[in-house]
T-cell receptor, first 111, second 114 residues
């Protein structure tokens, strides 16, 4: 597949570690945030989302944290597995705009 | 549901040729998006349809690009004439109730213009 990660920030972790991927957003009017995972040769896949009336949301092995004061979003992956290796994108939108995607972070998980 | 279906998966064409990319959104979704992904620019929105009507085409690079959605289950993105700088992966995505909701992506079409 396309090597979309060649110039991306990269996070390397060991299997079983917890991973934290960070994202800064710029639009203070954004009220919806979403994390996508993209594996090589595939389309982005939804992981978890959060609206601005919350500051934390948990899914299966994943947690998203939102800090509206500093316009920061993070994705925490617990007990990271080799299958989690992918490029992770944050995206934001407001009620009047479509999703705007960040540049992405590549996560590499070593066995 | 089979998800968003795009065709072809890969397309190699010569500069100057017309290229047509196809998308079938998820049944029941009323919003459709075309994105382009490159290493240099990441994921860029090209055009957004709601209820088959183009709402925002400000991301369409130039007049060589056009998109249509003749009905709720089909959309096309056409490039005529194609140029090498159009080489990218093109994604179609759909969502239920438009903005501020999860968009479901297809597998993409990798376009190479030589």
């Amino acid at each position: 597949g396309e090597s979309v990660g060649l110039h991306l920030p990269t996070l390397s972790v060991q299997e079983g570690d917890n991973s934290i991927i960070n994202c800064a957003y710029s639009n203070s009017a954004s009220d919806y945030f979403i994390w996508y995972k993209q594996e090589s040769g595939k389309g982005p896949q939804f992981i978890i989302d959060i609206r601005s009336n919350m500051d934390k949301r948990q899914g299966q092995r994943v947690t998203v944290l939102l800090n509206k004061t500093v316009k920061h979003l993070s994705l925490q992956i617990a007990a990271t597995q080799p299958g989690d290796s992918a490029v992770y994108f944050c995206a934001e939108s407001s009620g009047y705009s479509t999703l705007t995607f960040g540049k992405g972070t590549m996560l590499l998980v070593s066995p | 549901d089979a998800g968003v279906i795009q065709s072809p998966r890969h397309e190699v064409t010569e500069m100057g040729q017309e290229v047509t990319l196809r998308c079938k959104p998820i049944s029941g979704h009323n919003s459709l998006f075309w994105y382009r992904q490159t290493m240099m620019r990441g994921l860029e929105l090209l055009i957004y349809f709601n209820n088959n009507v183009p709402i925002d085409d400000s991301g369409m690079p130039e007049d060589r690009f056009s998109a249509k959605m003749p009905n709720a289950s089909f959309s096309t993105l056409k490039i005529q004439p194609s140029e090498p700088r159009d080489s990218a992966v093109y994604f179609c995505a759909s969502s239920f109730e438009g903005l501020n909701t999860e968009a479901f992506f297809g597998q993409g079409t990798r376009l190479t213009v030589v």
